[in-house]
């Protein structure tokens, strides 16, 4: 079966996300220049970068590599077309399947991308990336009792993704990520306008 996000345009995707009630892109891109700032990576790798969201608080002086994955192509396009100036290198792959990066990176983040793409090859392989080098930063969204995982807003292709879509408890994640030897350094929530939530963890492999 092909995966629900081929059949979402990326203008859908965003809508949704800036959408009243929703509202998460400034978010995501608030908690990943956090990350960004706390771990200062010479290389990066985005799992599931979408749009490029945050990508403007990247500092090209610190980050000199940046590798972004996602599973639609026109995404990637878009992401190109969006920021010619930075030093991407930009992949179309599944992450259930693989993650075709070969040199590791010393960071790897990957924000509400496991709720969609599951944690066990997408996980494994995001480990495998900051392999010697440094650390894992992971963005879910937390349980909210006002709205459902996927929440409704004028954008009728974005609930194709609700059957593929599962909320993952931080201290699941957490558990797993500690058996596969990262030690978590940093964690916070964010709560977002519209009554959801998120968390962020940041992991780090070695000292
Ligand atoms: C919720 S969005 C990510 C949001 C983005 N990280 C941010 O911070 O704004 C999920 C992204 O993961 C991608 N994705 C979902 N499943 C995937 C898979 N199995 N392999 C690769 N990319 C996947 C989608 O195409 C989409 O771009």
């Not at 983040?109 to 010697?132: S, Y």
């Not at 940093?186 to 968390?199: D, I, M, N, Q, V």
Request: hydrophobic residues 45%.
């Amino acid at each position: 079966m092909s995966n629900p996000w081929l059949g979402i345009p990326l203008a859908d995707y965003e809508g949704h996300m800036r959408a009243p009630g929703v509202e998460q892109l400034n978010a995501l891109a608030d908690l990943f220049a956090e990350a960004l700032s706390f771990c200062r990576p010479e290389s990066l790798a985005i799992l599931g970068i979408a749009g490029g969201n945050g990508l403007d608080r990247v500092d090209g002086a610190v980050t000199r590599r940046i590798v972004g994955v996602d599973i639609h192509p026109e995404y990637l396009e878009a992401v190109r077309e969006r920021h010619p100036e930075l030093p991407l290198t930009l992949l179309c792959a599944d992450l259930q399947r693989e993650l075709p990066v070969q040199e590791p990176v010393q960071m790897v983040h990957a924000a509400l991308v496991f709720e969609h793409a599951g944690m066990d090859g997408c996980l494994r392989n995001a480990v495998d990336l900051v392999a010697g080098q440094r650390y894992l930063t992971v963005v879910l969204q937390l349980p909210s009792r006002s709205q459902a995982g996927v929440a409704p807003t004028g954008f009728a292709s974005i609930q194709n993704l609700k059957e593929n879509f599962r909320l993952i408890e931080p201290s699941e994640f957490c558990s797993v990520v500690s058996a596969m030897g990262l030690a978590l350094v940093r964690e916070r929530e964010c709560a977002l306008a519209g009554g959801k939530s998120f968390w962020m963890g940041i992991f780090r492999q070695g000292r």
